[in-house]
């Protein structure tokens, strides 16, 4: 079953000034990241130009964040296999990102991204079907909520209180009760997830678990890109460019740059074993539970 949810995330700033906020964030957070061990591996980055986005940038990466993986997930894989493969292509405005797990090769999610200069009010901005549209689930998030779940822990959590906030350099802040409605300038990423998850008995569980892991991802990010309002403001594109080669090379410094063809190999290997690994598990669980494996 394929699952539709759109986040919707309000910003206090300008769509140019959140593309540079956006890319300041992505460095930064990348590289606090990134140890010897886990942490973001950049395998390319090149210009990109097609008939559906136009002019942007490409750029495919992996994932490693093994001692965050939920245990029960474990149970299907080993650790060190759960990886996660991320292709994206960013034409700003409009952006699109598949991440594919090996060890779950029939799993798909993918998110697409759409900014506008609005207060996160905008209804189908992409596009969707009358069928799509019935079965889509809408959240907007509000990064000045203080609430927090697991998933806040696993991902990370931005201690700062936004209701207190004022920035230096802007005089944005602080945002209390209503500051959707009542501040300039303002924009919203409206992000649209689509999950596949096609693993009967699992299924419900591991969508949910994406989306919960997605929805905590794009508060942490979206609260970090305004609380580091003071250190962004101001840089030209130039400049993160700069920055993002730096980052580019710490990134690879970490983590030995993997080949094409290891990748694919890698999600060979992994695909065989976890997917032997879940059908047995869950054939095991059908004497109970009369549950089974099987594609969509």
């Known amino acids: 079953m394929v699952q539709i949810k759109e986040f919707r995330i309000v910003m206090p700033m300008s769509l140019d000034e959140y593309e540079i906020a956006q890319k300041y964030m992505v460095m930064k957070m990348e590289q606090k990241n990134t140890t010897n061990t886990e942490g973001v591996e950049v395998l390319e980055r090149r210009p990109f130009e097609d008939n559906v986005f136009g002019k942007g940038y490409y750029s495919s990466k992996i994932y490693r964040f093994q001692s965050k993986i939920p245990s029960w997930i474990t149970s299907f894989a080993p650790a060190d296999a759960l990886v996660l493969l991320e292709e994206a292509w960013n034409a700003y405005p409009r952006c699109r990102s598949v991440l594919k797990c090996p060890s779950f090769s029939k799993l798909g999610l993918t998110i697409d991204t759409i900014h506008i200069a609005d207060n996160g009010q905008s209804e189908n901005v992409h596009g969707l079907s009358e069928e799509q549209l019935e079965s889509r689930q809408v959240e907007i998030i509000d990064i000045a909520s203080s609430a927090r779940d697991l998933w806040s822990f696993v991902v990370g959590c931005c201690d700062m209180d936004f209701s207190k906030f004022r920035s230096?350099?802007?005089?944005?802040?602080?945002?209390?009760?209503?500051?959707?409605?009542?501040?300039?300038?303002v924009m919203t990423a409206y992000k649209l997830v689509t999950v596949d998850a096609p693993y009967l008995g699992v299924w419900k569980t591991l969508e949910q678990t994406l989306l919960a892991g997605e929805r905590a991802l794009f508060l942490e990010s979206h609260r970090n890109c305004f609380a580091w309002i003071d250190e962004w403001y101001g840089m030209k594109l130039e400049q993160l460019h700069e920055l993002d080669q730096q980052n580019y090379s710490f990134s690879n410094k970490e983590h030995e740059p993997s080949t094409r063809e290891g990748v694919e190999g890698l999600e060979r290997k992994c695909s065989l074993d976890s997917e032997d690994k879940l059908n047995r598990n869950s054939q095991l669980k059908s004497k109970d539970h009369g549950l089974a494996v099987a594609e969509s």
């Open 168 to 185: 230096r350099k802007t005089g944005r802040g602080p945002l209390t009760e209503g500051w959707r409605e009542q501040c300039y300038p």
